[in-house]
């Protein structure tokens, strides 16, 4: 094979390191890693996944390399996860689930330890994504009716004693609600005024309208069957926000701060090199290594909604029946 021939070359990197809580007690604790070598083309990626040393050698003998670029990429290619679990913290989570055990609650919870390289060489320059996040879940039981009442995850980009302490008060408010008498609602949804705060709203236009905008859902999803008026005015959506590299995962240069929607209508679709070859649709340089081992999808990176020009005060004070949506848990899109 002609390794010199693709049009960009991405060594990938991916470490999880996970703790399980079991009533607040370590129950279990585990890592894995998953490196790769990707040579994109066009319309299509080859992927050699390996450890890191030899994925290295390939790039260094094969791809003639220089040697001040082999030197960076070793430099930044290995994982290194600066967060770890102190005995402070143990100790906090075993206090307060004891608590919650006396309430006939039993908590499960994980804190997943993630750590993501990546190394993008493409038209002689190269890039380097370096990033690293916590990843908190939990699963809440009512014992006495053994019963799931709630399951969900936060992210975080750090792990220490305030963390901790808002992830308990997410614990403690869907207990509080799961314990709460429930009202039915008086009449249809579409009767109602529907009011989301900041958090709920976000999840609701990430899972229920920007994964519709990518290239590879778009052409299957029912947004494009309205793409002329989707939404009601006012609505507006904007990408890879903040985003501090400038190459996707195949080597194609980022289009920042884009324009999705604008007053509720639709005025660009998120893309790839591929997406852009195959139908058309322009790159705005969304190609996205999810997982080291398989191919690029096109997804959103970071995603801004146009502020309501009311606040939900104001909302609420001027409807005459509606419902707030505080939190919606654990979306996916499927299509």
């Known amino acids: 094979m002609n390794y010199r021939k693709f049009r960009s070359v991405s060594l990938c990197s991916s470490t999880r390191e996970t703790t399980v809580f079991s009533d607040g007690i370590l ?25 890191i040393e030899p994925l290295l050698s390939i790039l260094e003998v094969k791809m003639n390399l220089a040697n001040d670029v082999i030197k960076m990429v070793r430099a930044n290619i290995y994982n290194f996860i600066g967060y770890d679990i102190s005995d402070a913290i143990i100790e906090k989570m075993r206090e307060y689930f004891l608590l919650c055990k006396k309430a006939s609650m039993k908590i499960q919870t994980a804190i997943e330890r993630v750590g993501l390289r990546k190394i993008i060489i493409s038209e002689g320059s190269v890039e380097k994504v370096l990033d690293s996040y916590i990843i908190l879940s939990y699963n809440i039981f009512d014992t006495i009716k053994d019963t799931l009442v709630a399951s969900d995850y936060v992210v975080s980009d750090s792990l220490d004693e305030d963390v901790l302490y808002n992830f308990e008060e997410i614990i403690n408010n869907e207990i509080c609600w799961y314990k709460k008498d429930k009202l039915s609602l008086p009449c249809s949804i579409e009767e109602l005024d529907i009011f989301m705060n900041s958090a709920s709203a976000g999840m609701f236009f990430h899972e229920c309208v920007g994964h519709f905008l990518e ?7 029912p947004i494009r069957l309205m793409r002329n008026n989707i939404m009601t005015e006012h609505i507006g959506i904007s990408e890879n926000i903040n985003i501090n590299y400038d190459k996707d995962d195949c080597g194609d240069c980022i289009k920042k701060n884009i324009v999705l929607m604008d007053d509720g209508r639709i005025k660009e679709i998120l893309s790839s090199g591929k997406y852009d070859y195959l139908c058309d649709i322009r790159n705005t340089g969304n190609a996205h290594n999810e997982n080291p081992q398989r191919f690029p999808l096109v997804r959103m990176r970071e995603m801004d909604l146009t502020p309501s020009l009311k606040s939900i005060d104001e909302g609420l004070s001027e409807t005459r029946l509606g419902v707030l949506v505080e939190k919606i848990a654990v979306g996916e899109a499927n299509c």
């Open 215 to 221: 290239a590879d859902l778009y052409s299957k999803s």
């Open 27 to 51: 129950s279990q604790n585990y890592s894995s890693s998953q490196s790769s070598l990707n040579f994109h083309e066009i319309n299509s990626t080859r992927i050699i996944n390996g450890e």
